[in-house]
């Protein structure tokens, strides 16, 4: 009797990775960031480069409104370039958050010295990179840079990567 293998295809959820003012003003770091992106698997689906106005800022990050560091990460947020990628992995918002790191500097230096942040991240606020933190967000943050992306169409497609720049 032959055993029968299946080899079910992994499923693939999207997350949307920011590169922070700090990081795509050193064309190094933000080059090493790519790198990194490549070297876990992600399927890099689309990437966009934009600056931020002060008020797209401001509502990206409205659910910090009122904390003490709010006014200084909404200045920082739109004060230069960023770069925005859809990624594509299993458990893509784990895992892209487990390569950035904490979100505190100097614990992810102390803890987690090879993520990107123990890595690059400079302060608190200049952390270097942005990460969605569920589905809910991971669609409403995809929608914000991407208005034009379909996740269905994505996915219906099977999972192809878009225009992207190496
Ligand atoms: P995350 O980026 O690791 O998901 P959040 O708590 O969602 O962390 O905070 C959003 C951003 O706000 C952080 O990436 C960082 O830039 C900034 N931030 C968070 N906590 C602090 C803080 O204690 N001091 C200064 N900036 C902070």
């Not at 505190?104 to 803890?111: E, I, K, N």
């Not at 400079?122 to 990460?131: A, C, Q, Y």
Request: proline share 5%; net charge positive.
């Amino acid at each position: 009797m032959e055993a029968t293998v299946r080899l079910s295809r992994p499923v693939l959820q999207l997350t949307l990775a920011l590169v922070k003012p700090d990081a795509v003003a050193h064309p190094l770091i933000l080059q090493a960031i790519h790198q990194k992106i490549l070297e876990n698997d992600f399927i890099i689906v689309t990437n966009r480069d934009l600056t931020w106005s002060r008020e797209a800022s401001q509502t990206f990050y409205s659910q910090h409104s009122g904390r003490f560091f709010y006014q200084r990460l909404v200045e920082f947020m739109s004060s230069g370039p960023l770069r925005a990628y859809i990624l594509a992995h299993e458990d893509a918002i784990r895992h892209w958050r487990k390569i950035m790191g904490p979100t505190q500097v100097c614990r992810a230096r102390y803890t987690a010295p090879h993520t990107i942040r123990g890595s690059y991240g400079l302060t608190d606020t200049r952390n270097s990179t942005h990460g969605s933190d569920c589905p809910e967000s991971a669609s409403r943050e995809l929608a914000t840079f991407f208005p034009e992306f379909s996740e269905g169409a994505w996915a219906a497609s099977g999972h192809s990567r878009g225009d992207f720049l190496y």
